[in-house]
């Protein structure tokens, strides 16, 4: 997996036979109380619900923050709904992302991963 920088967005893409997740995050200086939580177009019916995804999120931003001795905020959140379950999944990517955009690595230069 590569995080890329595209313009204020962050997005990592997860894909793994039959499985997808998508995820795009935008730090802020400043967040509100939550995150906005944007669905982005899909084709087919959401399988994953965007309050659960939202929370996994910032979750996993908060795991990054604890191990780098940061405190960055995520002001917007887009996924794609009918993406692979479980939510619990972008825990993880959220993570990945944070710790890439922490380290200057996006524009495809974070460490491949292949899974």
Do not use: W
């Not at 944070?98 to 899974?115: F, L, N």
């Amino acid at each position: 997996m590569q995080v890329i920088k595209d313009g204020d967005l962050y997005k990592i893409a997860r894909i793994t036979g039959p499985t997808h997740n998508f995820l795009a995050l935008r730090f802020g200086l400043t967040a509100g109380p939550t995150p906005r939580v944007e669905a982005l177009a899909s084709r087919s019916g959401a399988r994953l619900d965007g309050d659960a995804l939202g929370g996994e999120v910032e979750k996993g931003v908060a795991d990054a923050n604890q191990r780098l001795g940061t405190s960055y905020q995520v002001d917007l959140i887009q996924f794609v709904p009918d993406d692979t379950p479980p939510e619990t999944a972008y825990r993880g990517l959220a993570e990945r992302i944070t710790e890439a955009m922490h380290r200057g690595q996006s524009d495809g230069s974070a460490d491949a991963d292949p899974t």
